[in-house]
């Protein structure tokens, strides 16, 4: 988490000088070589092997969409604002599973999903000219982040989560390299080169993080942390930009982080009972009451 709020903060400084396009690149680009090289090295070659290339190519394409709308986003909003609209994007996720997927929610799940869409208003205050217009940044990329993980979860079932990765990033370079002739312009700064790789390194980092962490633990385990990404966003704003949220929209990224810990908590839970029943299932069909061994 603290790597992506370096991503998100590098992002904001590095893009008031240089182009949003030709900064996507050069993230996708380190992106890909980093996760290529993992893959080769760690993992060998085969791994590189897939069955669902269109499918890759549909999650490059959402996540160049993704990036760019998180470009636009922090041209406009603060690290910590954004990071709290972005963290919804679990909540946005539960509710389209039930139709995508066919996924089952419970209605207290339904209730924390509410109580989280709410908690953007919040945020951002309609008609508070708080943030404004751009409060639709981060809503569209909420919407094109949860189609994004949906897919992703479509495709865990068949697909190596570091493989996923490599290709969707790679996917994203070589769109990304469509239009690079025509936005791309010379920089001459080292400290913006540094924050142009700084930038890869940290997104990739964080990526490879995050699936190594899912193969060590269970999903439900940690989401809740993904919200502590809420704090450092607000610390990377306060750091680097000198700029703390005010009392309401502190009151709001503290309500999406509760209602996403519940939901993670509730999960857990769900998890747990589920076991606990094929368990118990399991001693009965081989004679044993349950609780007598």
């Known amino acids: 988490m603290a790597c992506f709020v370096v991503l998100d903060t590098t992002t904001k400084v590095v893009t008031a000088s240089v182009p949003m396009l030709m900064a996507s690149w050069v993230l996708f680009l380190v992106q890909a070589l980093v996760t290529g090289g993992y893959v080769l090295v760690a993992r060998g070659g085969s791994s590189l092997k897939t069955a669902r290339p269109g499918l890759h190519a549909m999650r490059g394409s959402l996540l160049l969409v993704v990036q760019v709308l998180a470009f636009l986003s922090l041209k406009y909003l603060p690290v910590g604002e954004y990071t709290a609209l972005a963290m919804t994007t679990p909540l946005v996720v539960t509710l389209l599973a039930t139709r995508f997927l ?13 109580a989280g869409l709410v908690s953007t208003l919040v945020i951002v205050r309609p008609g508070s000219n708080a943030i404004g217009w751009a409060m639709l940044l981060p809503l569209g990329l909420v919407l094109f982040n949860a189609a994004y993980q949906l897919l992703a979860s479509k495709m865990a079932r068949t697909e190596d989560a570091v493989t996923t990765v490599f290709y969707t990033c790679s996917t994203a370079l070589a769109l990304s390299s ?116």
């Open 178 to 293: 469509l239009p690079l002739l025509w936005v791309w312009q010379p920089v001459n700064d080292v400290n913006l080169w540094l924050g142009l790789l700084l930038m890869g390194v940290a997104a990739a980092c964080g990526n490879l993080f995050f699936i190594l962490a899912f193969e060590r633990a269970p999903a439900a385990t940690l989401m809740p942390y993904m919200y502590l990404q809420i704090g450092f966003g607000i610390l990377g704003g306060w750091l680097v930009f000198d700029h703390v949220p005010d009392f309401w929209a502190l009151v709001g990224m503290g309500m999406v982080a509760a209602c996403g810990v519940a939901g993670g908590l509730l999960t857990l839970h769900e998890s747990r009972t589920r076991h606990r029943a094929l368990q118990a299932r399991g001693t009965q069909q081989d004679g044993v009451a349950p609780g007598a061994v």
């Open 102 to 114: 066919g996924e089952h929610v419970s209605p207290l799940r339904l209730v924390l999903v509410a």
